[in-house]
């Protein structure tokens, strides 16, 4: 394959990914155009590249999301190649296939391979023929076969969605009685959310653990393995710590499970960056699904590879060859800082970030596209930022971690960092005992104590008082009437361990 020269890239997407992917452009000498819509006009993403363009509202749908429009400002930005990040249309087959006949290189795998590796049916047939091990299922859904299967098979089951992902169409069955519900129910959300009602059963697994595979694939055939990454601590099926290497799995299950990775890729014919995913049950795994595209934990991956995996893929698509990975070296941890109320079921929240502290030292980065004064709306993901730390083992990354959080502040937006902090601390996790039900198990029923709520409040009314006064901002209040409430809105109180 003849390698092509990217001079200009488009980066189709917002947030800390777009800052990301823009930097490690730079370095490569590659020209960026930024999107944005009309909600993200002063984002920093908009100001960090080299060009910039209004795509659509700040619906997703009429923006980020609208393939048509991206396309029209590569068009005229003279973009000869686009980069998806995660997300959005990262995942689309019909976006990977519009810039194709548009003549614009995409950053990802080719169309074909996106709607195979897409539909999990398909990919789930795949790994069966490359003799990866699947968990115990069944893909062609009747209500009789279905019965037939619990019968075999036992319960619970899982009822999943064939498209899509993030917990989506998705449904625990406990007892043959409500089977037919449960097959109606995930369907139906997976037809609205998707456009795509077919769904699967699978053996429910209670408490596996979440570990996947990096791989890197070029048009030349070869394909590589960066090692795993354990992904078990999550809430609503999404990942929220993550870590490399997975702690306490064994080297055998470690090297199988890396093969399986890699035969699932040869049999896809894979391109460009992407990670297999699998369910661990003591040492026994199951395929899972292919994320095909850039995770958000990749930097623990960079970490401890010493590789910049954005610039990985561009070379890719540049028609470059993948080299042999070095060897990995320590420890590296993500947790993932959300806008959310983890008290409250990860409820969504919003605000104005009028304050920023980020954690600096040895071992420490903080991917983010946040300022002070940036807007935290609706529209979008709540995902703040990014705080990796790394070691030469996995006690001085956790501590390190823990550290930073001490560091670490966000104000005017309720986060998560709190409750990552206490989750990082706990013995749980200081004794890896990981599964997907991590979460559910530990902060059922978080405390708060009196004196936490006495030194928060105390904290606000002292930063409340250093604040500018926005009387005009906030209806004509004066500073005798202000809250630091209702201008710090946005204070989380969680239980310190």
């Known amino acids: 394959m003849p390698e092509r020269q990217i001079h200009k890239l488009l980066v189709a997407n917002r947030g800390e990914i777009a800052i990301r992917i823009i930097r490690s452009a730079r370095v490569m000498g590659i020209r960026t155009v930024a999107v944005y819509s009309e ?5 920093a993403h908009v100001a960090a590249a080299d060009e910039a363009r ?71 047939k795949l790994a069966a023929a490359a003799k ?26 899982l009822v999943k969605a064939a498209a899509g992902g993030g917990g989506r169409g ?18 139906r959300e997976a037809s609205s959310a998707f456009g795509d009602g077919r769904v699967f059963l699978e053996r429910y697994l209670a408490r596996p653990r979440h570990i996947e595979v990096q791989i890197l694939g070029d048009e030349h055939g070869n394909v590589v393995a960066l090692g795993e990454r354990e992904c078990s601590i999550q809430r609503r099926h999404q990942k929220v710590i993550e870590e490399s290497p997975a702690p306490g799995l064994s080297e055998s299950t470690r090297a199988a499970m890396i093969d ?18 699998f369910l661990v049950d003591n040492e026994e795994f199951y395929f899972l699904e292919v994320n095909t595209r850039l995770q958000v934990e990749h930097p623990i991956t960079e970490i401890r590879f010493g590789c910049d995996l954005v610039a990985e893929q561009l ?7 993948v080299g042999a990975p070095g060897a990995p070296q320590g420890c590296a941890i993500e947790c993932r800082v959300y806008a959310e109320d983890a008290r409250h079921g990860f409820r969504p929240a919003t605000g104005t970030v009028v304050d920023l502290r980020v954690p600096a030292g040895p071992g420490v980065r903080f991917d983010t596209h946040l300022v002070a004064g940036a807007e935290i709306g609706a529209f979008y993901d709540g995902l703040l930022g990014k705080l990796i730390c790394s070691g030469t083992d996995r006690e001085q990354a956790r501590g390190r971690m823990l550290a930073a959080f001490d560091e670490f ?44 709520e006495s030194d928060a409040a105390l904290i606000a009314a002292a930063l409340a008082t250093q604040a500018p006064v926005r009387g005009a901002e906030n209806g004509g209040r004066t500073a005798s009437t202000r809250s630091p409430w209702a201008e710090l809105g946005g204070f989380e109180l969680w239980r310190r361990q």
């Open 54 to 124: 209004l795509i659509g509202a700040a619906e997703a749908a009429e923006s980020y999301l609208n393939i048509d429009a991206i396309i029209e400002a590569a068009r005229d930005t003279g973009a000869d190649a686009v980069h998806p990040g995660y997300g959005f249309l990262s995942e689309r087959a019909e976006f990977a296939r519009a810039a194709q006949e548009a003549g614009i290189i995409f950053v990802g795998p080719p169309g074909k391979v996106l709607a195979q590796l897409g539909d999990k049916i398909a990919a789930r």
């Open 315 to 321: 070379k890719i698509a540049m028609g470059q060859k």
């Open 409 to 452: 502040a966000i104000l005017g937006v309720t986060n998560t960092a709190g409750f990552l902090r206490d989750a990082v601390a706990s013995e749980r996790f200081a004794s890896a005992d990981l599964s997907t039900r991590f979460i559910d198990e530990l902060f059922s029923d978080p405390p708060l104590d009196d004196q936490a």
């Open 132 to 157: 990866v091990p699947v968990v115990p299922g069944l893909e062609a859904i009747e209500p009789s076969a279905a019965r037939d299967f619990a019968a075999r098979s036992g319960l619970p089951l």
């Open 39 to 43: 909600a993200d006009a002063r984002s």
């Open 260 to 277: 399986a990775a890699l035969r699932l890729a040869r049999a896809a014919q894979y391109v460009n960056a992407g990670t297999v995913e």
């Open 170 to 187: 998705m449904r625990v069955v406990e007892s043959v009685e409500d089977l037919d519900a449960a097959l109606q129910a995930a369907s």
